[in-house]
């Protein structure tokens, strides 16, 4: 058996370290990363952190620069939204109310308001589309003015469009296709 030097076993022991770290890069690490966790509930990293120190979300079990967040995290994190929103609620009632919620009536507050897409998919909830004909209907409405009433579609994180409610069957069939193309993705061709 060939001995071998002392800077010889150290430089072996340094390129199966320097494998070991590569390998481990490759390994998909379950759960999302905090910018993909923000990205999916259409707000920043800010106020993620911000939520997590007043309480209003758990924090993680694990922090540091891997830390990775479940999907409890983001139903929280989108049930605060949803309930800052929608019913204007400050963080101490928003946090109340996200303590004493089951897990099952955190998904049902915010299956209300989820439209297909991304948030959707990640979170595991399965949402109808709105029809075709009139794609508002799924939509959230929106009163502006006295005398009009808007409905929002969601068509990705960031990017809303409003429909006025006695708009044309044409703007209508055009905002469903818009909407359709934005949730189902660019066509191949």
């Given at each position: 058996m060939?001995?071998?030097?002392h800077?010889?076993?150290?430089r072996?022991?340094?390129?199966g ?6 390998l481990r890069k490759l390994r ?5 990363s905090?910018?993909?966790l923000?990205a ?10 911000f939520y ?10 694990v ?8 999907r409890a995290h983001?139903?929280r994190?989108v ?7 929608f019913e ?9 109310r ?14 209300r ?6 948030l959707a ?11 075709a004909s ?10 502006v003015?006295?005398?009009?009433r808007?409905?929002?579609l969601?068509?990705?994180v960031?990017?809303?469009l ?10 209508r069939a ?6 359709k193309?934005?949730?189902?993705g660019?066509p191949?061709g």
């Amino acid at each position: 058996m060939a001995r071998i030097t002392h800077v010889e076993w150290k430089r072996r022991q340094k390129e199966g370290i320097k494998r070991a770290r590569e390998l481990r890069k490759l390994r998909p690490k379950p759960g999302l990363s905090l910018q993909d966790l923000a990205a999916l509930a259409g707000t920043t990293t800010r106020t993620v952190r911000f939520y997590m120190e007043r309480g209003v979300i758990p924090p993680p079990k694990v922090r540091g620069p891997g830390t990775r967040y479940e999907r409890a995290h983001l139903l929280r994190l989108v049930a605060a939204r949803t309930l800052r929103a929608f019913e204007s609620l400050g963080l101490d009632a928003i946090k109340k109310r996200l303590a004493d919620a089951t897990p099952e009536a955190l998904e049902a507050l915010v299956k209300r308001n989820l439209t297909p897409g991304r948030l959707a998919t990640a979170l595991g909830i399965a949402v109808d589309a709105p029809a075709a004909s009139a794609p508002t209907g799924a939509a959230t409405p929106v009163v502006v003015g006295a005398e009009k009433r808007w409905s929002r579609l969601e068509l990705a994180v960031g990017l809303e469009l409003h429909v006025r409610d006695d708009a044309s069957p044409f703007v209508r069939a055009l905002a469903a296709k818009v909407w359709k193309l934005c949730v189902e993705g660019e066509p191949a061709g």
